[in-house]
């Protein structure tokens, strides 16, 4: 399947081909170009003008009138056709430009801008009738119908945001939060570091409950998968930064890695267990499930593994090697957890394109699918935001990143590539979002600064079920999307630090 077609023919089409923003991409369902161009022709081809005026002008003592008539009936159909292109192009145009009623999108709010950017803490959530953006100097609620702030959460002074959960369960998120550490100050201090676990409730803001971590040193950076929320529960990593030496038992602020996956409830916060990590390995990532908590664990000092642990009582369940072939290093291929159930791991370094290869395992650990570059017509595909790879009904749905022109969808079972659409047409597409059995998908016009596009498939097949336009550019390029969310039929793009955190989107 390709969107190349919806983008080629329509009667209306020349008047704009530079910029292919008429005909084509509107024709082929009938709602614009083709259709307007349909209705013009018609309307000026069945005026009659030729046989009415032949007859009245041959019958006798009507001439005159029907002389009149001639005239008025010619200057009549001129007009009507002038009319008749004039709409259709103007029909056209609109379309193309994101102005025609039904067959665009108009901006309904926007948040203000962030004028600066934020290096760690940056996610997005939605709950309700709030969409919630965090970076590091806060978090902040904003009303889905209107856009108003509606609440405002900042870390006490001197502190910030540096690793939030992915995903938000039952209306709350965690975000981990500290205070930078004098450098070369050993162990960081209590206050030191991405020490304080907080959880949120996205309604209105509030702090439910603070639980300590112990960080690994006093830095505040952009980690990943510190927090996890999943199955009722708030999971937490606890670290130190020197668990791969002997000499390290027993230091000062030395955190045992067999206890150091812990589990509080999501509401309360009331401590629930701590997990059993496999001996000899020590925890680098975690996400959770209602059916499964899993950890990426370092074991033999550099070779990183996924443990699976019960989410009643922490219990270990296996432990697997993410490749068979070879010993994954942290710092060389950096993995990091794209869901729990199912589990999906992201790892880079796996070959030389630079782009990463995902990973997913089956509930006993076993290894299934391996969505790798260059194999079965697979494309270099992006993970590193939700807007660029979605997980769903057992599939992934992605971005090809090299040119991001792209979208296709895997299973994840068997790593096959169910189906790819080519949008090179297009140009960039600029995230996407798997929901109700659809992808919907942001698309930069023909590199156009002035207008962006909708794109709707069918998640199944990929084949084109719906094509809208915006008047105006939704992101200047595809790494400013991080999120895509639907509230009562808006469509609203989460954006990352130092732009408009939200704007949302309805049918003209």
Known sequence: MTATGTKTGGGTGGANSGRGTTGGAKSGRGTTGGAAGGRGGGATRGSGTGGTTRGNAGGGGTRTTGSRLVRYTVVGGVVLALLAGVGAITAGVLSGEGYLPGDSLREVWTTERETVGSDSGNGAWAAGDTVVSSRSDGVTGFDARSGARRWRYAPPAGEAVCSVSRTAEDGVAL???????????????????????????????????????????????????????????AVVRDEYAYWGYDWADGQPGFVRPDRAVRALDLRTGKPRWSAAVPKGCFPRGVAAGKRQVLALVVCGGDDVRLASFDPADGSHRWTTELDERRVLGWVTHMPVLLSAEPAVVSVDGLDMSGY??????????????????GTDGVGR???????????????????????????TAFDLRSGRRLWHADLADLEDVLGLRVADGRVTALVDLYASRGEDGLLVLDADTGEERDMRTFPDSVAAFPDEIRDLFAYEGRLIPARTGGYRPFTAYEER
Do not use: N
């Not at 595909?381 to 971005?399: D, E, K, M, N």
């Open 381 to 407: 595909v992006s993970t590193a935001a939700p807007a660029q790879a979605q997980i769903a009904y057992g599939r992934l749905y992605a971005i090809e990143a090299y040119d991001h022109e792209t979208i």
């Open 175 to 233: 975000i981990a939060q500290g205070a930078r550490g004098v450098p070369g100050a050993e162990p960081a201090g209590a206050r030191e570091g991405c020490a304080t676990v907080v959880a949120l409730d996205l309604a209105d803001g509030r702090a439910l409950w603070r639980a300590a971590r112990t960080p690994g040193d006093g830095e505040i950076r952009d980690e990943k998968d510190v927090v996890a929320v999943g199955g009722g529960l």
């Open 356 to 373: 990463p290869t995902v990973l997913s395992f089956g509930d006993d650990g076993s290894r299934q699918g391996r969505i790798a570059p």
